[in-house]
Nanobody
Framework: QVQLVESGGGLVQAGGSLRLSCQAS????????MGWYRQVPGKQREMVAD???????DYASSVKGRFTISRDYAKNTMYLQMNGLTPEDTAVYYC?????????WGQGTQVTVSS
């Protein structure tokens, strides 16, 4: 069983920054890939960024150059540094991983960007 707990969301003005954290109950070096997703009411959940065990990263085109995903193995934590936030980044952000063929999701953290 894997538990993921996000934190770091909040209200920020356009152009501001936030850092999201995802604390995992398992040893994150065991997870081949971890990712951040976001969802706006009425829309499908979309991938924001992911990172492999080897450190390779991938980003949605809408956040490339503004967001940075990272993992701290010593703290069993994944991060999403978000800079240059815009109102279009407003969403609930979720962290995700897979283990033993099962997808695990956190409960989500709200990010609201005011114009």
């Amino acid at each position: 069983q894997v538990q993921l707990v996000e934190s770091g969301g909040g209200l920020v003005q356009a152009g501001g920054s936030l850092r999201l954290s995802c604390q995992a109950s398992g040893i994150i070096s065991s997870f081949e890939i971890m990712g951040w997703y976001r969802q706006v009411p009425g829309k499908q959940r979309e991938m924001v960024a992911d990172i492999t065990r080897g450190g390779s990263t991938d980003y949605a085109s809408s956040v490339k150059g503004r967001f940075t995903i990272s993992r701290d193995y010593a703290k069993n934590t994944m991060y999403l540094q978000m800079n240059g936030l815009t109102p279009e980044d407003t969403a609930v952000y979720y962290c995700q991983t897979a283990w033993g063929g099962i997808d695990y999701w956190g409960q989500g953290t709200q990010v609201t960007v005011s114009s």
